[in-house]
């Protein structure tokens, strides 16, 4: 199949971009890596009126650090962020991530506000942005706001953008002596995950113990999510194969999986403790908690 006839833009600047967004409202769509939208437009699933291509816009691929946040803007490719030494320092877990997103050629175009905007159920980036609780910046020609990525994601696929609203930036507030493991199961290396999961710690003052413990999944519910009640049984304690185990049971409560071309809902719901625990242990070896 190929894509129905659209108006193509190349855009010069975000509030261009955002005046043909809000010219059309709904019916045009932004191009960042297209590694999503080209091959939706190829197989006919969306057929927007209009093409509104951001890469020419200066400055939006840049990664920096400002105002206690670290900045990823719009145009950041998966690749860059991944070897980026500020994402490495301010926020690991976002790098180790990504590099289960498909393979270099996918990374080397794709961004993570373009998967962001795409709200797959089963993507790293939405997942990794949820766990750091990363906030999206985005633009209209009524000016900038901010919207926290579990505020973003409403469904799969959907999210709170308005249809005349560009993201220019992810921002993520730095949290200092955080410790995480991030695990996925795929099929192979690089498809999309079956099942993942990320256990993210500030260890306490008391040797073993934990602060605070945030666990969220992936691919086992509608949308990436924050397992809370999991999270609020670990702080303050040290995390015992006792502690963990409640906290994978809950984990699993929490959990909505569903059958895809992946796996089955069973088997993800056999796979949720499973990767759970072994988030928790590894955080607790590898970390000295
Ligand atoms: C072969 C292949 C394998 C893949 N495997 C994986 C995988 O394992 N895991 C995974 O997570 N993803 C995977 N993907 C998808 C990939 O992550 C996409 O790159 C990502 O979903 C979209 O980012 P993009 O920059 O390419 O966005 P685009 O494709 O350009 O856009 C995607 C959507 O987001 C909107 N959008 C993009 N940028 C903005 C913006 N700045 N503001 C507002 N809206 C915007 C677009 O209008 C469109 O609706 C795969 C893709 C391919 C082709």
Redesign the pocket.
Known sequence: VKAAAFDYVAASSVPEAAAVLGEQPGEA???????????MLAMRMVQPAVVVD?NGVGGLDAISVRDGALCIG?LARYSAIERSPLVTRHAPLLADALR???DRL?RN???L???L??A?P????PLASLAIEAVVVAQSTAGRREIPVGDLLLGPYETS?QPD???VEVRVPIVPARRHVFLELARRH???AVVSVAALGVPAQDPGTWRSVRVVLGAAGPLPFVAEHAGALLAGGPLTDAAIEEAAQSALGAAEPASDARASARYREHLVPVYVRRALGLLRDRWGG
């Open positions: 769509r932004i191009l960042a890596g297209g590694q999503s939208l080209v091959p951001i719009a289960h997103v498909a996918v175009r794709g961004t506000a373009g998967s905007a795409q797959d089963s993507g790293e980036g953008l609203e560009v993201i690089g498809d999309y």
